[in-house]
């Protein structure tokens, strides 16, 4: 009869840390990700609200003026013209003055649309695989303004 040689119970041990081990990195790395894109998401989602105040805020009050490749708005409160544009190279969505400066508005911006249409500014972008979108209506450049 052939004798036939198992494991013996240290060894079954050594596997068992080895296996153990092993699934506790991984679970790690699994929870330290899911945290990491979490506060990633929370992050854009607070970099969203901060651009849409900014543009919809009575300290500007935006209006429109034209629309060709850029958008111009104007605002009455410092009697001033911005261009909203969108750098795909540099992935920014930034508000220009009329003659020099920018404030960037929204960083890591992978795709936008900008579009005015009756009067409405809507804007869509997608940052980190989400997409953001909003919709807000835009007085015509010399319309009275009313804080």
């Not at 003659?99 to 869509?124: A, E, F, H, M, R």
Request: glycine letters at 4%; charged letters at 20%.
């Amino acid at each position: 009869m052939k004798s036939c040689r198992g494991f013996t119970l240290w060894e079954c041990l050594v596997a068992l840390i080895v296996v153990s081990g092993f699934t506790l990195i991984v679970q790690l790395a699994l929870s330290t990700i899911q945290r990491q894109t979490f506060f990633q998401r929370d992050e854009d989602r607070l970099n969203w609200y901060r651009f849409k105040s900014t543009l919809t805020g009575d300290n500007l009050a935006l209006q429109f003026v034209s629309q060709d490749k850029q958008l111009v708005l104007y605002s009455p409160i410092t009697m001033k013209k911005y261009q909203l544009i969108y750098n795909s190279e540099e992935q920014l969505l930034k508000l220009t003055g009329e003659k020099n400066g920018y404030l960037p508005l929204l960083y890591q911006v992978s795709t936008c649309q900008i579009k005015v249409q009756d009067s409405y500014l809507s804007i869509k972008v997608g940052i980190h695989n989400c997409e953001y979108q909003m919709k807000y209506y835009l007085l015509k450049a010399g319309e009275i303004y009313e804080k």
